[in-house]
């Protein structure tokens, strides 16, 4: 069983920024799409951003430009580097690898 462990959230003012790390327990890890969802308070989980096996990278709208996701498939890691953080990224952010998902690291934009 595939296991991610997310790690980097916490309180940020706005116009800051923070890294989130995914770490998955599978070498199984490199040959998948990866993603970064993210669920606000009241509102529905939501895509933020993706990373194909090769390196292709999505993004949703509200955050191109702004965020930048990468991975390192030698360490079985990836990462979302976010920046101008505003307080609508406030949410808890969670890493998805096919079927599994971590449990989730919050995210507090707040001034």
């Known amino acids: 069983q595939v296991q991610l462990l997310e790690s980097g959230g916490g309180l940020v003012q706005p116009g800051g920024s923070l890294r989130l790390s995914c770490a998955a327990s599978?070498?199984?890890?490199?040959?998948?799409?990866m993603y970064w969802y993210r669920q606000a308070p009241g509102k529905q989980r939501e895509m933020v951003a993706a990373?194909?096996?090769?390196?292709?990278?999505n993004y949703a709208g509200s955050v191109k430009g702004r965020f930048t996701i990468s991975r390192d498939n030698a360490k079985n890691t990836m990462s979302l580097q976010m920046n101008s953080l505003k307080p609508e990224d406030t949410a808890v952010y969670y890493c998805k690898v096919g079927g599994y998902w971590g449990q989730g690291t919050q995210v507090t934009v707040s001034s």
């Open positions: 599978t070498t199984l890890f490199s040959i998948y799409a």
């Open positions: 990373i194909s096996s090769g390196g292709s990278t």
